[in-house]
T-cell receptor
Framework: QKEVEQDPGPLSVPEGAIVSLNCTYS??????FMWYRQYSRKGPELLMY????GNKEDGRFTAQVDKSSKYISLFIRDSQPSDSATYLC????????????FGAGTRLFVKA | DVKVTQSSRYLVKRTGEKVFLECVQD?????MFWYRQDPGLGLRLIYF???????EKGDIPEGYSVSREKKERFSLILESASTNQTSMYLC??????????????FGPGTRLTVL
């Protein structure tokens, strides 16, 4: 069993839709949770990071962590064609650039 | 802005060749990482380095070696390239302050094809 599971998609939505991207994990020691966005032929770029459980909002993006269920989510409101990318969840046990485990990524298409 | 650069965007090599992939970061980060990314498998850690001349094996080090002679530069070496090493190779770096902001910053990737 992989430590981090993420549905690869693809997920196709119309412009303006609310998108929900999810990951589950098995290791309860993970405390730091991140979402990366990767455009085609580019490296991943950090979108958001959160610590422990709870929500964090940044513009149209909301990251949610439920440690009791070992489940994290990224919501995108009012999705735009420019949001079309692969979204990777990532998590680690500690800071200091500690070893990070990545999900396989979900490919998202937002149709105009 | 953190900048991580990789020496080549696309590379085509033949089986058995020795291949060098170079990565340079300009943010004085202590940590550097090499990953490979394959469809359905996500990012897999090959090697990482916490300091100059230090290296640690990741999850899939077989067939690879690394070199870190200077803080800003981390090289990945394929001693004898094989077709199963055809992949996207990503370099990353991070600080080590103990803060949540010690997240990894990635380069643009090198797509390596071994024929």
């Amino acid at each position: 069993q992989k430590e981090v599971e993420q549905d690869p998609g693809p997920l196709s939505v119309p412009e303006g839709a609310i998108v929900s991207l999810n990951c589950t994990y098995s290791n309860s020691a993970f405390q730091y949770f991140m979402w990366y966005r990767q455009y085609s032929r580019k490296g991943p770029e950090l979108l958001m990071y959160t610590y422990s459980s709870g929500n964090k909002e940044d513009g149209r993006f909301t990251a949610q962590v439920d440690k009791s269920s070992k489940y994290i989510s990224l919501f995108i409101r009012d999705s735009q064609p420019s949001d079309s990318a692969t979204y990777l969840c990532a998590m680690s046990k500690g800071t200091g650039g500690f070893k990070t485990i990545f999900g396989a990524g979900t490919r998202l298409f937002v149709k105009a | 802005d953190v900048k991580v650069t990789q020496s080549s965007r696309y590379l085509v090599k033949r089986t058995g060749e020795k291949v060098f992939l170079e990565c340079v970061q300009d943010m004085d980060h202590e940590n550097m990482f090499w990953y490979r990314q394959d469809p359905g498998l996500g990012l897999r850690l090959i090697y990482f380095s916490y300091d100059v001349k230090m290296k640690e094996k990741g999850d899939i080090p077989e067939g690879y070696s690394v070199s870190r002679e200077k803080k800003e530069r981390f090289s990945l070496i394929l001693e004898s390239a094989s077709t199963n090493q055809t992949s996207m190779y990503l370099c990353a770096s991070s600080s080590r302050t103990g803060e949540i902001t010690d997240t990894q910053y990635f380069g643009p990737g090198t797509r390596l094809t071994v024929l």
